[in-house]
């Protein structure tokens, strides 16, 4: 117990350090070097977004090396300060790669008044997009990553590691061999669009999993469904939903399908049905239960690290949604496979009953306690770390820590439970989109979507639910995610009432609603028809897709409802 109590004190000083961060607000350092005279402003895109990094120069008549240089802040503004103001013609440059360059002469009135009051701030600067031949090199391989995942001709991770070294690979050795065009992004840049707060959120969030997976809790739960129902299969099939669609939302629907298929395998044949009557409408319910929590899908953790939106705002805003589409698709699940409810025997042998009920023991109680108090911590934790500022990552990786120090596992078998090949996805797709988002594609496509839309509220919503809704069936939610959130952004920012972060509700709704669309859409639909692949009932894509892409729409027409009653 005693390193318990050191972490607990260790934790109670980041808390109160972190309330003390939250109450004190950043403040910037004043110019070390006394400068008398400063020029500012604002630099963004003609949609008005901020450009970070442009490069803004001031120059003196026809001399070659300007007297003052700077870069622009991630919000556009820029400031340039001088000693003294010199005199004669004065002018501006303002470049940017993948924008046009701008020369802006600073005329006698502007020097006068800045002269007089010491500062000057000039009038926002719009810097047109500029499409090169690095534009589209990025393109292409955006868009090859995506198919490449789609159609399953690489596996995921290594098609977005290709996708990120041919980006570097034509951004250095391309625009210095062929063409300076060609350039898309460095290698610094890029890293900057790794969001480091998802990596390390998904880590943490799987060594807890790992852990409370190795107490048989789910084992458990799953025989316990079984006695619950008495053997009769249509309330068996809805109440392993509603324990997925639960554990989807405070887990994640990978691990939990992962859990939940082996056992679901055993007690549908012992019941003398299909199995897959069971397990699909399992992953049907742990795509769309996990959509109520920040850490239930990850697009959920994408979105919400993107929007700043937060653990309670997931189930204040999406919970009533997931219910209604829950009840749907239960009545659904009832009518489809009204054949196999017919053919199930009401009890099973005494011999098979005992075997799935010593599979179901829980071995160690005590560590399941331990597990389940640090676990029931940390999502206090999530809730708590809103109001001081401290991103979900934190109370995960304190919840992590605390449960590796109490429990004592074997540190490396918890280290290899880590999914550490869908963290690097993660890495590699984020440097993808950010190429694309880099060279203005993402913009492009923005600027489309919301000629479209127009200021229609209703109207972006049901363009941005169904929109990603229909994509994520036939691609994968993740990467789909990904590349929409700076679109979902640009229209928040233009269109009325849209500050309510609506769009990305209905982007989180929409794409994992989508995800049941085939087998392709999701993590959990690959895992899960991997698993069924090894035993006499595997998954098929017709299968799942006779049963999936109704649910899929059934859901999104009233996730739609739902966003219209709550916003």
Same mark, same amino acid.
């Not at 013609?89 to 701008?102: N, W």
């Not at 239960?330 to 099973?348: D, I, M, P, S």
């Not at 859409?521 to 035993?535: H, S």
């Given at each position: 117990m005693k390193p318990f109590r050191i972490l607990t004190i260790l934790t109670l000083w980041i808390l109160a350090l972190a309330l003390w961060g939250a109450q004190t607000p950043p403040v910037r350092a004043a110019d070390p070097h006394g400068f008398a005279y400063t020029l500012g402003g604002q630099v963004s895109d003609p949609q008005g977004q901020p450009i970070e990094d442009a490069h803004i120069a001031l120059y003196r008549g026809h001399d070659t090396q300007p007297i003052a240089e700077t870069e622009s802040l991630s919000d556009g503004t820029w400031q340039i300060s001088l000693? #003294? %103001?010199?005199?004669? @013609? $004065?002018?501006?440059? !303002?470049?940017? /790669?993948?924008?046009?360059?701008? =020369? %802006?002469?600073i005329n006698g009135a502007l020097v006068q008044e800045w002269r007089a009051s010491g500062s000057y701030v000039m009038e926002a600067l719009t810097l047109e997009r500029r499409v090169t031949s690095g534009f589209w090199a990025a393109t292409v391989v955006f868009l090859g990553v995506l198919l490449l995942i789609a159609f399953e001709k690489l596996h995921s991770t290594t098609a977005a590691l290709t996708g990120a070294s041919l980006i570097f690979l034509v951004s250095y050795f391309g625009s210095a061999w062929i063409s300076p065009n060609l350039y898309i992004i460095t290698f610094e840049r890029a890293l900057e669009y790794i969001n480091w707060e998802v990596i390390l959120l998904v880590m943490a969030m799987m060594i807890m999993i790992a852990i409370i997976e190795d107490t048989g809790i789910f084992q458990w739960l799953a025989f316990q469904s079984y006695r619950i129902s008495r053997g009769r299969a249509w309330m068996l099939a809805l109440i392993l939903m509603a324990l997925t669609a639960v554990a989807s939302a405070l887990l994640d629907n990978f691990t939990t399908m992962l859990l939940m298929t082996p056992i679901s395998l055993q007690i549908g044949v012992a019941l003398g049905i299909n199995p897959l009557a069971l397990i699909i409408p399992e992953v049907l319910a742990s795509n769309v239960g996990g959509i109520s929590t920040l850490v239930g899908t990850p697009t959920n953790i994408l979105i919400g690290a993107y929007a700043d939106i937060g653990f309670t705002d997931f189930l204040n805003y999406e919970t009533g949604g997931v219910l209604m589409a829950l009840v749907v698709m +239960? /009545?659904? !699940? $009832?009518?489809?496979?009204? @054949? @196999?409810?017919?053919? &199930? +025997? *009401?009890? $099973?042998s005494p011999a098979l009953y005992k075997r799935l009920q010593e599979n179901a023991r829980i071995e160690d109680p005590q560590a399941l306690a331990k597990a389940l108090t640090v676990f029931t911590l940390v999502m206090v934790g999530f809730v708590i770390g809103e109001h001081v500022g401290a991103p979900p990552a934190v109370p995960a990786l304190i919840g992590a820590s605390a449960l590796l120090i109490w429990l004592k596992p074997d540190v490396h078998h918890m280290i290899k439970a880590v999914d550490w090949t869908t963290l690097v996805f993660f890495m590699a797709l984020f440097i993808v989109v950010g190429a694309v988002q880099e060279v203005g594609l993402i913009s492009v496509v923005a600027v489309a979507m919301s000629n479209a839309v127009g200021t229609n509220l209703p109207l972006a919503t049901f363009a941005v639910l169904f929109g990603a809704g229909t994509f994520s069936v036939f691609i994968a939610n993740i990467p789909l995610t990904a590349s929409m959130l700076p679109i979902v952004e640009f229209l928040t920012g233009n269109i009325p009432g849209a500050n309510s972060k609506v769009l990305y509700y209905a982007l989180s709704m929409g794409a994992a609603m989508g995800g049941n669309g085939t087998l %392709?859409?999701? #993590? /959990? *639909? $690959? !895992?899960? &028809?991997?698993?069924? &692949?090894?035993? =006499?009932?595997?998954?098929?894509?017709? #299968?799942?897709?006779k049963i999936g892409l109704p649910i899929t729409y059934l859901t999104l027409v009233v996730g739609y409802l739902w966003l219209l009653i709550r916003f």
């Open positions: 000693s #003294e %103001i010199p005199s004669g @013609e $004065l002018h501006l440059h !303002v470049s940017r /790669a993948h924008y046009q360059e701008q =020369d %802006i002469p +239960g /009545a659904f !699940v $009832l009518y489809h496979y009204r @054949e @196999e409810w017919h053919k &199930a +025997g *009401n009890t $099973l %392709i859409g999701g #993590e /959990a *639909n $690959l !895992v899960t &028809a991997g698993i069924t &692949a090894q035993t =006499d009932s595997p998954i098929t894509f017709k #299968e799942f897709i």
